[in-house]
């Protein structure tokens, strides 16, 4: 059971735009610290897509952003595409823990 | 080119050692936290360990608490993972990942290894 509580599955058709939910706590995201928010596509490495809540690196399009409200967050995503097909964690700190939290992943299905 | 590269995986048998080290090059490696994530096959990520640029800043997981070391040699760019008394739970494959903030003990993950596969049996 992960601390941050993700959806196990999300999916969306082409040009289609799809959220991703992150619920948290007090001891984590309502507690201020920030969410970053990862890709996975299989086989690879996790990739940063948006960091401090809703930070693009370079490089990361913006049909990618992020939100966080209260003790969750939010990853949007528009204009899908057939690439966009992978697993997606957010991050976070929690101060119960003392350690870094990740949610359980979500898998997009582009349809 | 930033890169880390993980070494030291491999097949090992409940109890016994395993000592894993990532390799940093492409960035000044001593200015930045740097953090073990494992994942196995199939299942999410797990954040197992983290020390600060300085090394005064350590954090483990519940898990692995009293059983894994992170340290890390600055004068050589690398960061390291003592793994003792090994459980057949402790089979993941084992990235080593680079904070993004300088000099931060914790932020975002910018950048990641490819990671090295531990197998815990007997």
Not at chain 1, 4 to 31: D, E, F, K, Y
Not at chain 2, 108 to 116: L, R, S, V
Request: proline share 4%; hydrophobic share 30%.
């Amino acid at each position: 059971q992960s601390v941050l509580t993700q959806p196990p599955s999300v999916s969306g058709a082409p040009g289609q735009r799809v959220t991703i939910s992150c619920t948290g706590s007090s001891s984590n995201i309502g507690a201020g610290y920030d969410v970053h928010w990862y890709q996975q596509l299989p086989g690879t490495a996790p990739k940063l897509l948006i960091y401090g809540n809703s930070n693009r690196p370079s490089g990361i399009p913006d049909r990618f952003s992020g939100s966080k409200s209260d003790t969750s967050a939010s990853l949007a995503i528009t204009g899908l595409q057939a690439e966009d097909e992978a697993d997606y964690y957010c991050q976070s700190y929690d101060s119960s823990l003392s350690g870094v939290v990740f949610g359980g992943g979500t898998k997009l299905t582009v349809l | 080119e930033v890169q880390l590269v993980e070494s030291g995986g491999g097949l090992v048998q409940p109890g016994r050692s395993l000592r894993l080290s990532c390799a940093a090059s492409g960035f000044t490696f001593d200015d930045y936290a740097m953090h073990w994530v494992r994942q196995v096959p199939g299942k999410g990520l797990e954040w197992v360990s983290g020390i600060s640029w300085n090394s005064g800043t350590i954090d483990y997981a519940d898990s692995v608490k009293g059983r894994f070391t992170i340290s890390r040699d600055n004068a050589k760019n690398s960061l390291y993972l003592q793994m003792n008394s090994l459980r057949a739970e402790d089979t993941a494959l084992y990235f080593c990942a680079k904070n993004s903030r300088y000099r931060d003990p914790i932020d975002a993950f910018d950048i990641w290894g490819q990671g090295t596969m531990v197998t815990v049996s007997s």
